[in-house]
């Protein structure tokens, strides 16, 4: 009896020293598979994109389409937070990094440039500011309209 007793207690104690979220509902991972809207501040103003986003589990893997044509993406998505990497590729390779939040069929954040020169500020300082981006979920045939619209693939 007394080691049952003590095994009881040992457990007990896992438990609480564990925390409380024991049994208790986790939040729910966002899923984020599918094709989005983008809309983009650029350099140059606002860029529209297409985002083919493939996820399994909290790993993200897709492609960015918009004038340019198809880039690759990789990113991570936990509980509501997002992050990915768009490679764009050319004679100047770079990366924009992109991080946000996603809230049912919609996605906001700011986007980073990496691995490019950076834009030279009103000083005359070094500045790769952030920039907003925002992004609705469609469906195919809606991907495939603006696809269409931005150009060859």
Same mark, same amino acid.
């Given at each position: 009896m007394?080691k049952h007793?003590?095994?009881?207690?040992l457990?007990?104690?896992?438990?609480?020293?564990?925390?409380?979220?024991?049994g208790?509902?986790?939040?729910?991972?966002?899923?984020?598979?599918?094709?989005?809207?983008?809309?983009?501040?650029?350099?140059?103003?606002?860029?529209?994109?297409?985002?083919?986003?493939?996820?399994?589990?909290?790993v993200?893997?897709?492609?960015?389409?918009?004038l340019?044509?198809?880039?690759?993406?990789?990113?991570?998505?936990? $509980?509501?937070?997002?992050?990915?990497?768009?490679?764009?590729?050319?004679?100047?390779?770079?990366?924009?990094?992109?991080?946000?939040?996603?809230?049912?069929?919609?996605?906001?954040?700011s986007? $980073?440039?990496?691995?490019?020169?950076?834009?030279?500020?009103h000083?005359?300082?070094?500045?790769?500011p952030?920039?907003?981006?925002?992004? $609705?979920?469609?469906?195919?045939?809606?991907? $495939?309209?603006?696809s269409?619209?931005?150009?060859?693939?």
């Amino acid at each position: 009896m007394r080691k049952h007793t003590a095994f009881f207690a040992l457990i007990f104690l896992l438990l609480f020293l564990c925390g409380s979220s024991f049994g208790q509902d986790q939040p729910a991972k966002a899923n984020v598979s599918g094709k989005w809207q983008v809309a983009w501040t650029g350099r140059l103003g606002t860029e529209n994109a297409v985002l083919d986003l493939h996820q399994r589990g909290s790993v993200l893997s897709g492609t960015f389409h918009d004038l340019h044509g198809d880039s690759i993406l990789s990113g991570m998505v936990e $509980k509501s937070a997002i992050s990915f990497d768009v490679q764009f590729q050319g004679t100047r390779p770079f990366t924009i990094s992109f991080s946000g939040t996603v809230e049912e069929d919609a996605m906001k954040g700011s986007s $980073k440039a990496k691995g490019m020169t950076a834009y030279m500020g009103h000083g005359g300082e070094v500045v790769q500011p952030d920039r907003p981006w925002t992004a $609705k979920r469609v469906s195919d045939d809606g991907a $495939k309209k603006l696809s269409a619209q931005q150009g060859p693939q």
